[in-house]
């Protein structure tokens, strides 16, 4: 016999969501803008690492302007990081010019480590 709890529960009329080992009413942001890459991963982080903090940021009414933030704060970074780590690797638009699928991979390779430092240094 196992004891395992349902993800879901419905106690007076409120949904409620199991995140390890409590319950946490589930609320609808009717609205809610949508979010990018950024605050999408930010919003899982809070979830999953500080459910509690996350439930107050909804209460209130904190998490849309966080979220947003989060996004802004994340695509400048992307944004400079890219540009520094380019310059420094000689990915010019004469390498464009000259060998464009060099300067493609190049560019994809710089921005995949971008996002890993960026997820580090922001999401967490």
């Known amino acids: 016999m196992t004891n395992e709890l349902p993800d879901e529960i419905m106690e007076n009329g409120i949904h409620y969501t199991l995140v390890g080992d409590y319950y946490f009413p589930t609320?609808?942001?009717?609205?809610?803008?949508p979010n990018?890459?950024?605050a999408s991963l930010y919003e899982r982080y809070l979830q999953e690492?500080?459910?509690?903090?996350y439930v107050r940021l909804i209460w209130?009414?904190?998490?849309?302007?966080l979220l947003e933030a989060v996004q802004r704060e994340c695509e400048e970074r992307v944004e400079v990081l890219v540009?520094?780590?380019a310059e420094a690797e000689g990915v010019n638009e004469a390498l464009k010019?000259?060998?464009?699928?060099e300067w493609v991979r190049r560019m994809e390779m710089i921005c995949g480590r971008v996002?890993?430092?960026?997820?580090?240094e922001i999401i967490g």
Do not use: F, T, Y
């Open 83 to 85: 540009r520094e780590m």
């Open 27 to 33: 609320c609808m942001l009717a609205d809610r803008s």
């Open 97 to 101: 010019e000259n060998r464009q699928m």
């Open 49 to 53: 690492k500080h459910p509690n903090e």
């Open 60 to 65: 209130a009414d904190e998490l849309s302007a």
């Open 36 to 38: 990018g890459k950024w």
């Open 115 to 120: 996002e890993e430092v960026v997820r580090e």
